[in-house]
């Protein structure tokens, strides 16, 4: 029989398992939670082939599951089921009112249990200690994207705890985000990880929106600036890297970006323009007040990138 070489791969694995090569078993998962974001995580855990079963307090949600993985009437079944519980509530405090019993402590008892809602660093330290006490596994995880984009190769989940734990389960973690990203064994590290990356998202979000009414209000080609936005993007990331050099040389002096005495002086002209619109112009002045604190700083002839220190300045 003849075999192509980009066959071969796949026809060595098929002889080894013939062969009787022993295959590494896939975890049994559950995710309790089916909201938005709980379903989009269940069904891509469901498409990267792995067995997991489902709960929800809803019946409506877990009955829409039916045919496509195992469904639990109860989220003791599921946890019992289970060697890796994943928990998709609103809150860590309504998690609480699901799992301090006795028999769902009995079943998480040794296994893996990964909250991934919406928390508080205080709320992530709290919920591991709870789960140290009842002899639960404990990762934290903070999903830094909306739930269209779950599964998605450049998607980036957080998690925080036990390096082992999380070694063990990587596999089928990668099946909800590309980018499956482990900040250390400091229980509150994926909260804090959130927070980060929700200064980079929401002052994308807000700026481009800001810059969308903006063309409105003056007439602009709305459909145009959506073309051209991809533009800028870009070139934030590029001068991301610019920054990064900076920030761990702590050098602020570039020949490249512009100095922030000069984005002071663009923020102020921005404001009068904004205004002259008709917008209202809480955006701009609030850039106006971060480049003038830290212009009074001393950092006028420095880079944007100085801000860092602006930033964590007392």
Request: negative net charge; proline residues 2%.
């Amino acid at each position: 029989m003849a075999i192509s070489v980009n066959n071969l791969d796949h026809y060595l694995k098929d002889r080894y398992q013939m062969a009787g090569e022993p295959q590494a078993a896939k975890p049994k998962i559950a995710m309790l939670g089916l909201g938005a974001m709980g379903s989009a995580l269940a069904n891509s855990i469901i498409n990267g082939g792995n067995d997991l079963i489902v709960w929800n307090r809803g019946v409506d949600r877990r009955e829409s599951f039916r045919g496509k993985c195992a469904v639990a009437e109860t989220a003791v079944a599921a946890c019992e089921a289970a060697e890796l519980v994943l928990c998709c509530f609103p809150s860590y405090d309504g998690a609480l009112t699901v799992f301090d019993n006795n028999d769902i402590k009995s079943a998480l008892k040794g296994k893996t249990l990964i909250m991934m809602g919406t928390a508080v660093p205080e709320e992530a330290v709290k919920f591991g200690a709870w789960a140290s006490e009842n002899g639960i596994n404990y990762l934290d995880a903070k999903i830094a994207t909306t739930p269209v984009e779950i599964g998605a190769e450049t998607t980036v989940i957080f998690y925080a705890g036990r390096r082992e734990q999380f070694d063990r389960y990587e596999g089928p973690l990668k099946s909800m985000a590309g980018r499956t990203t482990y900040v250390g064994e400091k229980i509150d590290n994926a909260c804090l990880g959130d927070f980060a990356f929700l200064s980079v998202y929401w002052a994308g979000v807000v700026g481009s929106l800001y810059g969308a009414a903006f063309c409105s209000a003056t007439g602009l080609d709305l459909d145009q600036y959506f073309d051209l936005t991809q533009s800028f993007m870009h070139q934030v990331e590029s001068q991301n890297r610019s920054y990064r050099t900076m920030i761990l040389n702590r050098d602020y002096t570039s020949t490249v970006n512009v100095a922030l005495n000069t984005d002071l002086g663009a923020a102020k002209l921005m404001v009068n323009a904004t205004k002259a619109a008709g917008l209202q112009s809480l955006f701009p002045d609030t850039l106006v007040s971060i480049f003038q604190d830290a212009v009074d700083r001393g950092y006028g002839l420095k880079d944007d990138a100085s801000l860092f220190e602006v930033f964590q300045a007392k």
